[in-house]
């Protein structure tokens, strides 16, 4: 089977980033491993649409999709959205790279070349390991992650090395089944979907990244997000079937819907359930 990879970038506010991210993909050697890019809007209040119109009409030769969630369904939400996409789309992979620049694509490239993503359900970015690179973190959130990993760690019986990094890369045949419909629609989602993914005996990779803090807005409340990431690894210590049949959204969504802006197409609202 031929890789079709769709590149998702969750953009919140990134008018300032969303063109140096896009900007990532200009060289060939690395546009070249992707169908499309999907820069998934989720309700800014600023210019990051039109920003990355620009952006994507300035990238000749790479297919750019901008899109936009009907409202904000919090970045889990997101992932979810674009995950529908992606099924229903015909991609087998999907790369995530946030579109605030925290992140280089760059990093991804030679687990592609190797082939790790033939071999593996879920390739995941860390910030923590021996390789990555990390600029502008407090040494106390350096500290603070490494004790979540260690946690993590011991509640899967896994050596986990990042809880959620902003460059990861799923297949899309571990994403079919859309197990991670009831999970956290906020920022929860990504450590609940590397529990779900242990959940369900997934092959998980972690690879090296370099990850910076420059000009971008940390939007994690340490303290409340702390106590929410190991209530998670608590439930799933309590059980596995109970972890991933549990309801974590406050508020349900029927269908994580997103409406195409450019190219223009006409085609409208995409939905999904
Ligand atoms: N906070 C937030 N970010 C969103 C949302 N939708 C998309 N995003 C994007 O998701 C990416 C990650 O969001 P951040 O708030 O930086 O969260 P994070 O990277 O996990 O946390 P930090 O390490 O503090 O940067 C950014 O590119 C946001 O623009 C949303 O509803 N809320
Ligand atoms: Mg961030």
Known sequence: MTDKIL?????????RQIGRVLEQFRSPEVSRWFSEILVLDNGSKDKSIDVAT??????????VKIARNLQNYG????????FAYAIENGFTHVALLHGDDQGSIADLIPELKNGAHLAYDCLLG??????????????VR???NYVFNVAYSLATLKI???????????SVDFLKSRFYTSFPDGLHFSCS???GACARIAKIRFFPISWREEDQVSNVKLFRQSFETLGLALRYMFGKKGFLAHEYRAKLVDRYEREILYPQTG???QTSP
Do not use: W
Request: glycine content about 14%.
């Open 126 to 139: 860390s910030r923590f390991m021996r390789g990555s690179r990390i600029t502008g973190y407090s040494p």
């Open 193 to 195: 979907l590397l529990l």
């Open 7 to 15: 590149v998702f970038i969750p953009v919140y506010n990134c008018e």
């Open 75 to 82: 970045l889990g939400g997101s992932h979810k959205s674009a």
């Open 267 to 269: 085609a409208g609202t």
């Open 160 to 170: 986990v090395k990042d809880l959620g990094s902003g460059l990861n890369f799923y």
């Open 142 to 144: 350096i500290a603070g």
């Open 54 to 63: 620009a952006a994507a009409q300035s990238l000749a030769g790479v297919s």
